[in-house]
């Protein structure tokens, strides 16, 4: 009888064991997940980013050349 309760309590302790140790992993998994999707949200917002300094180099040397332009065609006025 002593050999059964202590294989029973054994039996309780690792089912606990087991149980907590399922807990931690499910903690585990949703932490990864929310991770996993603040990830892709900052990686969404550098695409996004990157995209709109390339429009505003690109609308910079537009600017640029016009203005270039303009100053060839004042040079050439001034003459």
Do not use: C
């Amino acid at each position: 009888m002593k050999e059964e309760l202590a294989t029973r309590l054994n039996s309780s302790e690792t089912a606990d064991l087991l149980k907590e140790k399922d807990e931690q992993i499910q903690g585990l998994m949703e932490e990864g997940e929310k991770l996993s999707k603040q990830q892709l949200h900052n990686s969404n917002i550098i695409k996004k980013l990157r995209i709109k300094d390339k429009d505003s180099e690109n609308t910079i040397a537009k600017l640029n050349k016009k203005a270039k332009e303009q100053e060839e065609e004042l040079q050439h006025l001034k003459q």
